[in-house]
């Protein structure tokens, strides 16, 4: 598969989870009232950041459904870990 088509996909897998997340966030009242030291004016939905753990799990997942990642296991073990 080109590589191209491949992060395309794993793109848009990243964007639908994060549009899943803020829906639930904003169902499940995770937000952040701003007070006199808030740097924002109005109320943020917080906890953005959990989209680069999904993102990582999807990178994983994707190595393994291609068996590249135990090819890379395989040459560390095999002492020819090359860049």
């Known amino acids: 598969m ?5 992060y395309l996909i794993i793109a ?3 964007v639908a ?3 899943v997340y803020f829906k639930i966030a904003d169902r499940c009242n ?3 009232k701003p007070n006199e030291r808030s740097s924002h004016s109005t109320i943020v939905l917080r906890g953005g950041g959990i989209i680069f753990v999904i993102g990582l799990w999807v990178w994983y997942f ?3 459904v ?3 990642w135990l ?3 395989c040459h560390v073990r095999q002492g020819r870990a090359e860049g």
Do not use: F, H, P, R
Not at 2 to 6: A, D, E, L, P, V
């Open 62 to 64: 994707w190595l393994m």
């Open 66 to 68: 291609q068996g590249e």
């Open 2 to 6: 080109n590589s191209y088509i491949t």
């Open 17 to 19: 989870a994060e549009l």
């Open 71 to 73: 090819m890379v296991q």
């Open 12 to 14: 848009a897998i990243l």
């Open 30 to 32: 995770i937000i952040d």
